[in-house]
Nanobody, 125 residues
Framework: QLQASGGGLVQPGGSLTLSCVAS????????VGWFRQAPGKEREGVSS????????TYAQSVKGRFTISRDNAKNTVYLQMNNLEPEDTAIYYC????????????????????WGRGTLVTVSS
């Protein structure tokens, strides 16, 4: 089971850290992706971290502002979000992908099997 948390209301320019906690399995053996869905828009990939080598990927819209990381001792993946913009307002979801081939699009939701419930991030003054 996956659980995303850490969302909330933040002013533009502020920061939040989202957590994706796994229970019942070991998260370090899975690729983890963060996705978001804004009101009236399709869900999009934000960031991912691979299981094989912890290689990270970011959407262009968040590159340089967001950082994904793992804490294997806590069975958790984080998404540190800095310099937040109103356009970052969305429900954020984490999802896992078991190790299969390594030639895949890490920001494609079709690649991910298990999804947690989302956490709402609102960026507003």
């Amino acid at each position: 089971q996956l659980q995303a948390s850490g969302g909330g209301l933040v002013q533009p320019g502020g920061s939040l850290t989202l957590s994706c906690v796994a229970s019942g399995f070991t998260l370090e053996y899975y690729a983890v992706g963060w996705f978001r869905q804004a009101p009236g828009k399709e869900r999009e990939g934000v960031s991912s971290i691979r299981s094989e080598d912890d290689k990270t990927t970011y959407a262009q819209s968040v590159k340089g502002r967001f950082t994904i990381s793992r804490d294997n001792a806590k069975n958790t993946v984080y998404l540190q979000m800095n310099n937040l913009e109103p356009e970052d307002t969305a429900i954020y979801y984490c999802a896992t992908r078991p190790p299969r081939d390594i030639d895949y699009d890490p920001l494609s939701e079709r690649e991910y099997d298990d999804w947690g419930r989302g956490t709402l991030v609102t960026v507003s003054s």
